[in-house]
């Protein structure tokens, strides 16, 4: 079971491997992401969920053209 590290909420929300966002509540298809919790990537992540972590921000600052 993942539980978020600042207050330790069993709820969580991944929208990528390995990244994790803890949520106030889920009611069907929506979610509320807590704003009191950072997002978090567990100090065990595999490296492949960070390369393709990676890979999307990568992807997302071109097109954004950051």
Do not use: H, Q
């Not at 207050?7 to 509540?25: I, M, R, T, W």
């Not at 009611?27 to 990537?41: D, F, H, M, Q, R």
């Amino acid at each position: 079971m993942i539980r978020c590290p600042t207050c330790g909420n069993d709820v969580v929300y991944s929208p990528v491997p390995s990244l994790y966002f803890c949520l106030e509540k889920m009611l069907g298809e929506n979610i509320t992401i807590s704003v009191e919790c950072k997002p978090w990537v567990p100090e065990d992540a595999p490296a492949a969920d960070l390369l393709k972590m990676t890979e999307r921000i990568e992807k997302l600052a071109l097109e954004l053209r950051l």
